[in-house]
T-cell receptor, first 114, second 116 residues
Framework: SAVISQKPSRDICQRGTSLTIQCQVDSQVTMMFWYRQQPGQSLTLIATANQGSEATYESGFVIDKFPISRPNLTFSTLTVSNMSPEDSSIYLC???????????FGPGTRLTVL | AQTVTQSQPEMSVQEAETVTLSCTYDTSESDYYLFWYKQPPSRQMILVIRQEAYKQQNATENRFSVNFQKAAKSFSLKISDSQLGDAAMYFCAYRPYGGATNKLIFGTGTLLAVQP
């Protein structure tokens, strides 16, 4: 498995501002993912964060709104830009352990946009 | 496109009893992975159990076991000797085998309550 931390754990932000969420893993991993969980909903993949190249975004998510960085094999950031109340969600990062094709999740960041 | 369906929004079980959570999925692939995740109120996603589609034997992890019916595209989770700590949202998830993406496709979840 992997130990994953996220910062911040929660935040309350004003409309129109941006928030950057950090994800740190205790070991080097190839695959990192960012998911969104809207209130009372399931998880939806935003993008796959690739080290050394641009992130791969899922349909309905764009780089201008959710820019992602992946500077090394243990760290990634997700920025939620120009926020609106509809962005209020839990944002989770996950990593995949290639040896057994399992994904492990960070504790999530609860974002509230006023 | 692959989809995952959990038809039970909520379930309840008495402590020490057994409960089964249902999951069906749709895919045209023959090789893939299936998972059950647990999300307690702390919101931490915890991997409960996994199943490889090419394995006929059902996976088991202590009190948790699955009934994998590949032809029926069904993947149910059985929790035996339920404990209060099992109360959580349970998500079924599908992962393609190889390909361009390793993303997990989640069902809508089943909220499990455990009654003392």
């Amino acid at each position: 498995s992997a130990v994953i931390s996220q910062k911040p754990s929660r935040d309350i932000c004003q409309r129109g501002t941006s928030l950057t969420i950090q994800c740190q893993v205790d070991s080097q991993v190839t695959m990192m993912f960012w998911y969104r969980q809207q209130p009372g909903q399931s998880l939806t993949l935003i993008a796959t964060a690739n080290q050394g190249s641009e992130a791969t975004y899922e349909s309905g998510f764009v780089i201008d709104k959710f820019p992602i960085s992946r500077p090394n094999l243990t760290f990634s950031t997700l920025t939620v830009s120009n926020m609106s109340p509809e962005d209020s969600s839990i944002y989770l990062c996950s990593v995949e352990i290639l040896a057994n094709n399992e994904q492990f999740f960070g504790p999530g960041t609860r974002l509230t946009v006023l | 496109a692959q989809t995952v369906t959990q038809s039970q929004p909520e379930m309840s079980v008495q402590e020490a009893e057994t409960v089964t959570l249902s999951c069906t999925y749709d895919t045209s692939e023959s090789d893939y992975y299936l998972f059950w995740y647990k999300q307690p109120p702390s919101r931490q996603m915890i991997l409960v159990i996994r199943q490889e589609a090419y394995k006929q034997q059902n996976a088991t992890e202590n009190r948790f076991s699955v009934n994998f019916q590949k032809a029926a595209k069904s993947f149910s989770l059985k929790i035996s000797d339920s404990q209060l700590g099992d109360a959580a949202m349970y998500f079924c998830a599908y992962r393609p085998y190889g390909g361009a993406t390793n993303k997990l496709i989640f069902g809508t979840g089943t909220l499990l309550a455990v009654q003392p």
